[in-house]
């Protein structure tokens, strides 16, 4: 026996530096509670299976994983000392607390919920450089959400085709042009060849709008010196932005992208790709809530979270809420974050201090199209970018007319108006309505 039960110390009182993670347990049939949550204690920090004498040394028992709380649901609380961990170093913490322990015998299945992060922690990375008021201050936006689509297909198109899409939907009326996750440099549509035809027609658009238009352009790279060559480039060509799939690239790879940003002050996209892998399970694996911390924590500007259950991808409102509470405030309580969630969301979140992290802009996407963008603006807001793919690339006259159909429904929404009687007068809208209608994608 590994001596598991020891990690367990019910009549712990977390101090204010510790580090403390929700996991939920769910215990094999031949294995006792107390020793598969003991178990997740001991893999994540200092133990193991075997009785080492070292175990026992004070030293190393001053950074062990204590286990002061469990439910009888199989919800429990570890506290883990600061010190077991390597300030700005995300991949040595999250090897501890969310390393072995997912694989581990003792468990059936393990959850990681969420995480409160100790201050020498959070203000060890930068966190976002820009965040939302240093985004709107780049578009000089303030009264509105930011508007963005990716050209579809997501990949295929000659470097031309892409451009012009580009070009098509900023003269329409939106303000960014985004490659997806799986865009980065191939043969019919190389990086730099891309970035240089796609900027010289932005520049073209704002010309003839007078609005400020910009690219979230993909970064993501087979190595970290060729990532570095392309935010330089895309510097070097005036833009304002960067991209980065932060799963793939790994979170090494996304604080190293950090850095690099600050010296030539761009800011970031973040996009999940990838996440549903682990996330979507809700009784194993890694919420989507503690990957937007992580992303803020390391600093990225803006991330997708979803439509809170309207559009096609995974994510109920509820959580959709709560990830953008723990992205945008600075205070979080645990349990019921946001007065606008309901049932289980939030019941097994943490107290959350931000210490002036600055807010990360939530980007809703996944399905959009100008008859849906209401309910999903009252779930989330308006202080948020919305990012419409083939809900504007779709559209029977083209992506110039579903770019303009995007911005006219979320102006309807701002004026108060049913899209339906705003497209009275908006023949763009009226099409894409007829269109689709309220149809909300599978």
């Known amino acids: 026996m590994a001596g598991y039960e020891d990690f367990i ?7 204010p530096d510790d580090l403390i993670a929700s996991f939920k347990v769910k215990v094999p049939k031949w294995e006792t509670a107390r020793r598969a949550v003991g178990a997740v204690a001991s893999e994540s920090s200092v133990g193991t299976w075997a009785g080492v004498a070292a175990l026992k ?5 001053r950074v062990a994983a204590k286990v002061f709380h469990m439910s009888k649901d199989g919800w429990v609380k570890i506290a883990y000392p600061v010190d077991h961990f390597e300030a700005n170093n995300m991949s040595q913490i999250l090897a501890s607390v969310a390393g072995n322990v997912f694989g581990m015998k003792a468990v059936e299945s393990l959850r990681l919920e969420d995480i409160k ?4 922690i959070i203000k060890s990375f930068r966190g976002p450089q820009f965040g939302i008021k240093g985004v709107r201050k780049i578009f000089k936006v303030y009264d509105r959400p930011l508007t963005l689509s990716v050209p579809k297909p997501k990949v295929g198109m000659t470097t031309k085709e892409h451009a012009d899409i580009g070009y098509k939907i900023w003269t329409g009326g939106l303000d960014l042009l985004k490659d997806d996750e799986n865009l980065t440099s191939q043969r019919f549509n190389p990086f730099q060849k891309r970035v240089a035809l796609s900027l010289k027609l932005r520049d073209k658009a704002e010309q003839e709008t007078g609005e400020k238009k910009s690219y979230l352009i993909n970064v993501t790279a087979p190595t970290f010196k060729e990532m570095e060559k392309r935010v330089k480039f895309v510097a070097d060509h005036g833009n304002e932005f960067v991209m980065v799939d932060i799963i793939t690239t790994g979170w090494m790879g996304v604080n190293s992208l950090r850095e690099i940003c600050d010296d030539h002050h761009l800011a970031i996209h973040a996009h999940r790709a990838m996440h549903g892998a682990f996330t979507r399970n809700p009784e194993h694996g890694f919420s989507m809530l503690l990957v937007a911390e992580i992303a803020r924590i390391i600093g990225v500007d803006s991330l997708h979270i979803g439509t ?3 559009g096609k991808l995974v994510g109920s409102k509820d959580e959709v809420l709560e990830i953008e509470e723990h992205i945008i405030d600075q205070h979080i309580k645990a349990r019921l974050v946001h007065e606008k969630l309901k049932g289980e969301a939030g019941l097994h979140s943490l107290d959350e201090e ?10 809703t996407s996944g399905g959009l199209h100008p008859g849906i963008i209401a309910p999903v603006l009252d779930r989330i807001g308006t202080d948020v970018m919305a990012q419409f793919g083939g809900g504007v690339h779709g559209h029977l006259k083209g992506s110039h007319a579903g770019a303009k159909a995007a911005r006219q429904a979320i102006q309807a929404y701002l004026e108060g108006v049913d899209v ?19 149809w909300r994608p599978r």
């Open 9 to 15: 110390h019910l009549d712990y009182t977390p101090k």
């Open 57 to 61: 040394y004070d030293h190393v028992q």
């Open 117 to 120: 992060w100790p201050k020498k």
């Open 308 to 310: 809170a259950g309207v």
């Open 354 to 363: 931000w210490y002036g992290t600055k807010p990360v802009f939530p980007v």
């Open 420 to 438: 339906a009687d705003y497209a009275k007068k908006h023949v763009e809208l009226a099409q894409a309505l007829k269109q689709w209608g309220k």
